[in-house]
């Protein structure tokens, strides 16, 4: 069902992402990155303009509606484990999510779509999108430098590790959760540990409120709503010997419904005031509202459904679930209709999951992301 043309590119695609995964950068720091991208572009005869900072933007095509499709490119603050003759050479920042591979697919796209636009009257803008992963997201800054304007409609792609290599899938609504984060630091008074009397500890309240914030969701959430509420990070003290005056929480809550976000963050508020009170110490509780849920308008992914069925193969559909993760392309669906899909890229019977430091994927599928992201461009454009 793929082009020889495409099965080709397999080179240059794995080529491109080698590149990049040797030579990581964090959320608006894509200098290098940026040059690269912007080098390949100039290459294959295109314009690109920097936008968001550290981005890239492509247009392609002249007439018919424009579709816009998004890789982002930015790496994690991980040190990579792997022993791959590609590892990271940038000790403290890794490609452990595929945002590699995204991009060389995308420079991919941007390879062969010119004359498929032509042929079809469509038009496209392709984006290069820094700090997916650094809140409050890189699409902020592209949507403020204008990548929106003109555009019909939105796409974009996710290699996923743990799903079957080739697979391909997406959902109508709902199809990614609320991504909020919170810091709760509690203010005690802080003594010597043999007169524990004389001090208000923070420590206890600190393990109060672990095992306190878990019956948020376990026991104010109706079970048919689903919720994650996890404590990532405790901080306290520095001594066997001294209590501390100050303890620190950290952690994150994932929603799909608006009002279960409300309710969560209202009822952490008034456990966290009430244990305090009653220990005599006192907090600050700082929500930080995240990346929204990426929610699939109905008639795009008709489209895009009928495009992997068409040009990927039988057996190549993959009815994704709702998933707990945040992603920032949430952003453009807010303000244009589209539709955010997962390509498969499971590589071995076990693999390592995302934001690991040993993750990797299935290279040999990013034809494939190449050929479906260009035909849903396409067909995104035809259905207007």
Avoid at 60 to 73: E, S, V
Avoid at 108 to 134: C, N, T, Y
Avoid at 318 to 345: H, I
Wanted: glycine share 10%; with cysteine; net charge negative.
């Amino acid at each position: 069902m793929i082009p020889t043309k495409i099965t080709e590119m397999s080179e240059q695609l794995v080529a491109w992402r080698r590149h990049l995964h040797r030579h990581p950068e964090l959320g608006y720091e894509e200098h290098a990155t940026q040059a690269f991208i912007m080098e390949q572009l100039e290459n294959m005869g295109h314009q690109p303009r920097p936008a968001g900072g550290t981005g890239v933007v492509v247009d392609l095509g002249k007439r018919g509606p424009r579709i816009l499709a998004r890789a982002d490119m930015d790496a994690l603050p991980i040190t990579e484990t792997a022993a791959v003759p590609y590892r990271s050479e940038n000790p403290g920042a890794m490609h452990a999510c595929g945002h590699d591979g995204h991009v060389a697919m995308l420079l991919g796209v941007a390879k062969i779509l010119p004359d498929l636009l032509h042929d079809h009257g469509v038009s496209a803008r392709l984006i290069f999108q820094p700090a997916e992963e650094k809140h409050p997201g890189g699409a902020y800054k592209m949507i403020e430098d204008g990548v929106l304007d003109g555009v019909a409609r939105v796409t974009g792609l996710h290699l996923q590790a743990e799903m079957p290599s080739g697979r391909i899938g997406a959902r109508v609504g709902v199809q990614s959760a609320n991504s909020d984060r919170f810091l709760i630091r509690i203010e005690g008074r802080g003594g010597h540990g043999s007169a524990p009397h004389h001090t208000v500890d923070p420590v206890p309240v600190l393990g109060q409120l672990i095992g306190s914030l878990q019956t948020i969701v376990s026991r104010m959430v109706n079970p048919i709503d689903a919720a994650v509420l996890s404590i990532g990070a405790v901080e306290a003290g520095s001594a066997f010997n001294a209590i501390a005056s100050s303890a620190e929480i950290r952690g994150t809550v994932r929603t799909f419904d608006q009002t279960v976000r409300d309710t969560i963050e209202a009822r952490m508020k008034t456990m966290v005031d009430a244990i305090c009170q009653a220990s005599g110490a006192s907090a600050q509780v700082n929500y930080m509202r995240g990346y929204p849920s990426v929610v699939n308008t109905e008639d795009e992914y008709q489209i895009f459904r009928e495009v992997v069925e068409q040009y990927a193969g039988d057996g190549a559909w993959f009815d994704v679930e709702e998933r707990m993760g945040g992603e920032d392309f949430a952003y453009y669906l807010q303000k244009r209709p589209g539709v955010f899909w997962n390509l498969g890229a499971q590589l071995g019977e076990h693999p390592y999951p995302h934001h690991h430091s040993l993750f990797t994927f299935d290279e040999s599928v990013m034809p494939l992301g190449v050929w479906i992201m260009a035909q849903t461009i396409i067909g995104l454009g035809q259905g207007l």
